[in-house]
C-alpha cells in the first residue's frame, strides 16, 4: 500500500449528495446505473455507477451518498460521469458509503 501524506488526502473534495434520478445505463457491458445527484449549492452532477447486484433504482432514489466531486470527468458509452460515488467493494457487490441522518447536500467530508 503506497502511502499518501494529510495534504494529499486534503485535497479530495468528498461531498454529500442526494440521488434524484436513476436510469439503467443499458449501453455499457457491464450492469450499472445512470445517476444524478443533487449536491445543493454545487449543483446536480451525473454518475455511473456498477451497482445493480444489489440495489434497485427504487432504493438509490431520493438515497443520500458520498462522492469525489473532483476527479475528472469521464466519458462512459455516451454519458459524462462528473463525479465518484464511494461504496466499499466485496467481488461483484458494491455497498454505498452515506450518511447515517439525513444532512444538507453539498457538505464537505474531512
Not at 500500500?1 to 445505463?25: H, L, Q, Y
Not at 464511494?86 to 439525513?102: F, Q, T, Y
Request: proline share 3%; with cysteine; net charge negative.
Amino acid at each position: 500500500m503506497d502511502n499518501i501524506t494529510f495534504e494529499d488526502f486534503s485535497k479530495i473534495d468528498f461531498r454529500v449528495g442526494t440521488i434524484i434520478a436513476v436510469e439503467a445505463f443499458d449501453e455499457v457491458i457491464k450492469p450499472a446505473y445512470k445517476l444524478k445527484i443533487d449536491f445543493g449549492d454545487l449543483g446536480i452532477l451525473n454518475s455511473s455507477a456498477q451497482i445493480t447486484h444489489r440495489y434497485s433504482e427504487g432504493d438509490l432514489l431520493n438515497k443520500q451518498v458520498i462522492a469525489v466531486l473532483n476527479f475528472p470527468k469521464k466519458q462512459i458509452a455516451n454519458f459524462m460521469s462528473e463525479c465518484l460515488v464511494l461504496g466499499a467493494v466485496n467481488g461483484k457487490d458494491v455497498i454505498l458509503i452515506s450518511p447515517d441522518d439525513k444532512v444538507k447536500d453539498g457538505l464537505k467530508i474531512h
